[in-house]
């Protein structure tokens, strides 16, 4: 398969830049207004995890047991495809360990006694952190939009939503140790662009080879990746924010929402 910058293939960045570009709105949360809503965070967040769990576990993995079944028998496709998932959750896992994703730094209290140095070394080591992490969601958003625009849509809100605290999170060390909003909303922002970025690199460096048994490998990898993310970051985060049942009640929307929107684009 050759390179191509098709419809389709300009669509799916135009919907991973987007979804990227939420962690600016977080960044406009830090320096516009005094406080987040926590409940509403936690709900959101949880939201998020709901929907991309449920995504993954009845549309990405079963793309990837496809793809593979294609090449193999049912069997042997329904094996690499798992594979593939655990290998995602794997990488992750790696990523998470080597890269921990600072969340905690949402929360003004744990930043607003330290000294300006130090503050603004967080901001950027926080910045880095989830710059990295925002590269393999950005080839998630990207590979599924690619593929059918119903499964892309969805995804790319559930990991707008996701974006949005990870952006108070950059945001909030850089202007407390700064007082420059500019610099807070700027710092958000690069973070933001490194998941059209992820999704740029993935798709010019495997284009060339993209087959059968390499869509299988990245769906079942993006499986992994994003049920690993919702249960080891979003639903973390949400249930610390929570005060009451947000969590629970945004974990059940988000599946509920997921499901009925995939069901409606199929009659479509």
């Keep these: 398969m050759s390179i191509l910058l098709t419809t389709d293939v300009l669509i799916a960045f135009w919907v991973t830049f987007m979804a990227g570009l939420a962690t600016v709105i977080g960044g406009i949360l830090v320096v516009f207004f005094n406080q987040p809503s926590y409940r509403l965070l936690s709900f959101g967040l949880a939201f998020s995890a709901g929907a991309m769990v449920y995504v993954a576990l ?8 496809d793809a593979f079944s294609q090449s193999y028998d049912a069997n042997l496709g329904f094996a690499f495809g798992t594979l593939a998932f655990l290998l995602g959750v794997i990488l992750v896992l790696l990523l998470d360990h080597f890269i921990p994703n600072p969340h905690q730094m949402i929360e003004n209290n744990h930043a607003e006694f330290a000294a300006q140095q130090q503050l603004l070394r967080t901001g950027l080591l926080t910045l880095f952190a989830i ?21 892309g849509a969805p995804l790319a809100v559930a990991i707008a939503i996701h974006n949005i605290p990870e952006g108070v999170a950059i945001a909030l060390p850089v202007y407390m140790a700064t007082g420059r909003r ?19 690199l993935g798709y010019f460096i495997l284009a060339p080879f993209m087959g059968t048994l390499v869509y299988g490998t990245i769906f079942g990898l993006i499986g992994g990746i994003m049920v690993y993310l919702a249960l080891d970051e979003l639903l973390p985060t949400a249930k610390r924010y929570a005060q009451g049942h947000e ?3 945004g974990l059940v929307t988000g599946m509920a929402s997921l499901a009925i929107s995939l069901v409606i684009f199929r009659f479509v």
């Design 58 to 65: 009845t549309e990405i993995l079963n793309k990837s047991i």
């Design 131 to 151: 710059t990295m992490h925002n590269l393999p969601e950005g080839l998630a958003t990207f590979f599924a939009t690619l593929e059918s625009p119903m499964l």
């Design 182 to 200: 500019d610099y807070a909303i700027l710092a958000s922002l690069v973070s933001g662009l490194a998941e059209p970025l992820g999704a740029a």
């Design 247 to 249: 969590t629970v009640y």
